[in-house]
């Protein structure tokens, strides 16, 4: 059974910066597609990166319009783990970070969450000023 476990959220300023980790357990497919969600309350999820691998080497990295310039994502390929790279944090940016995957992903779904097979709890980062 494929399990996805995030770390790494938490309180940070605005400006500051943060690194949320997925780590994926029981995956083994050589073609992997992680993505990373959130949710705000009372608003949906949104996409706000993904990063596709094909045997280790990345295929694909996309970041959402609110988060390019000052989020990146990136994959450490020795390890089944996804890294967000969260700095000059906004007040927008408080929510229920959600890691999601599934095998395969391209430029015109990645950041459909209905195509993502498996999710994992959530970890919660929150920014104050």
């Known amino acids: 059974q494929v399990k996805l476990m995030e770390s790494g959220g938490g309180s940070v300023v605005t400006g500051g910066s943060l690194r949320l980790s997925c780590t994926a357990s029981?995956?083994?497919?050589?073609?992997?597609?992680m993505a990373w969600f959130r949710q705000a309350p009372g608003k949906e999820r949104e996409v706000v990166a993904a990063h596709y691998s094909v045997s280790g080497q990345t295929a694909l990295s996309k970041l959402s319009d609110s988060v390019k310039g000052r989020f990146t994502i990136s994959q450490d390929s020795a390890k089944p783990t996804v890294y967000l790279h969260m700095n000059n944090v906004k007040s927008e940016d408080t929510g229920l970070y959600y890691c999601?995957?599934?095998?395969?992903?391209?430029?015109?779904?990645?950041?459909?969450?209905?195509?993502?097979?498996?999710w994992g709890q959530g970890t919660q980062v929150t920014v104050s000023s």
């Open positions: 999601a995957l599934k095998e395969y992903c391209g430029t015109i779904n990645w950041y459909l969450s209905r195509h993502y097979d498996t």
């Open positions: 029981g995956y083994t497919q050589s073609r992997q597609c």
